[in-house]
């Protein structure tokens, strides 16, 4: 596996920018411009909705580096 990956240094930003970004994209090309989404009427809360999922996705998992090692 990439040792960038590895890293939560590392991970955790890279993974809260690209969620932000995906949630900008959505709001860009599929958002709802009448007002009554509440997620994707305004480009900053889905956006900021895509960065809380991206950090949710780049926070490290319970595995061990043995467990993953050993398969």
Same mark, same amino acid.
């Given at each position: 596996?990439?040792?960038?990956?590895?890293?939560?240094?590392?991970?955790?930003?890279?993974?809260? &920018?690209? #969620? *932000?970004?995906? +949630?900008?994209?959505?709001?860009?090309?599929?958002?709802?411009?009448?007002?009554?989404?509440?997620?994707?009427?305004?480009?900053?809360?889905?956006? &900021?909705? #895509? *960065?809380?999922? +991206?950090?949710?996705?780049?926070?490290?998992?319970?595995?061990?580096?043995?467990?993953?090692?050993?398969?």
């Amino acid at each position: 596996m990439n040792p960038f990956f590895n890293n939560t240094k590392l991970r955790i930003p890279f993974a809260v &920018l690209t #969620g *932000a970004a995906i +949630g900008y994209a959505y709001y860009y090309f599929i958002g709802c411009y009448s007002g009554t989404c509440p997620i994707t009427s305004t480009w900053h809360v889905s956006t &900021l909705y #895509g *960065a809380l999922g +991206g950090f949710l996705i780049g926070l490290p998992n319970k595995k061990k580096q043995n467990e993953i090692d050993a398969n």
